[in-house]
């Protein structure tokens, strides 16, 4: 005689949705990672000097500081959307935004100093010098040649993706979901600059 009775074994959790929608949840739950791509393609496409995406590592390290300022993970997607407001209006206005980024990394840093955030946890006192390390490299890039800057900016945006990778890892800083659209931002836009310039 055999039994007939379903079985009380429990199923692994969404075993039972179709294929097309648990392919579908997994694209969804990887969001920051197309994110990343879609903005790396927006900022390489045609790009034949690799300096303008200098912008892109400084806001990194900029915000990355911000939000170790601020000691709350979860402000970074709210300072990440502000700044990406702050520079298109910059662009609008035809104003450099160079002036008051630095400006702020300098206000920013000197809060950081008087808050005591290089006595933090190591990841998040390292954003000091991370801010002056990759901010450093993008404002000098600047001001060398394309080719050269171009390298330059390179190799800072592929040395934030490592950077973003430990963040990543160890869940700290900024959210786990920033630091993945980061890390596939700057390794792919650092990577595209060695290829196209």
């Not at 806001?59 to 970074?76: D, N, S």
């Not at 955030?117 to 010098?129: D, F, G, K, M, S």
Request: hydrophobic fraction near 60%; charge should be neutral; include cysteine.
């Amino acid at each position: 005689m055999t039994d007939t009775t379903p079985s009380a074994e429990p199923t692994p959790a969404g075993a039972e949705r179709p294929l097309p929608i648990r392919v579908l949840l997994g694209v969804a739950h990887r969001w920051p990672t197309w994110l990343g791509l879609a903005v790396m393609a927006q900022n390489a496409f045609g790009m034949d000097d690799g300096r303008p995406q200098a912008l892109i590592v400084f806001l990194a390290a900029l915000i990355y500081l911000g939000t170790a300022l601020v000691g709350r993970p979860a402000v970074v997607w709210p300072l990440f959307i502000a700044s990406v407001v702050g520079v298109g209006v910059a662009r609008v206005l035809d104003a450099d935004p160079w002036p008051a980024l630095v400006g702020g990394a300098v206000c920013v840093t000197v809060l950081a100093l008087v808050a005591g955030v290089a006595r933090r946890a190591p990841l998040t006192a390292l954003q000091l010098p991370f801010l002056l390390v990759f901010g450093g490299a993008a404002v000098a890039a600047l001001s060398l040649s394309p080719a050269i800057g171009s390298y330059l900016v390179a190799a800072a945006l592929i040395g934030h993706a490592v950077q973003d990778v430990i963040v990543w890892r160890a869940n700290q800083v900024v959210t786990r979901s920033l630091a993945e659209f980061c890390a596939v931002l700057d390794l792919t836009l650092g990577v595209a600059i060695l290829l196209l310039v």
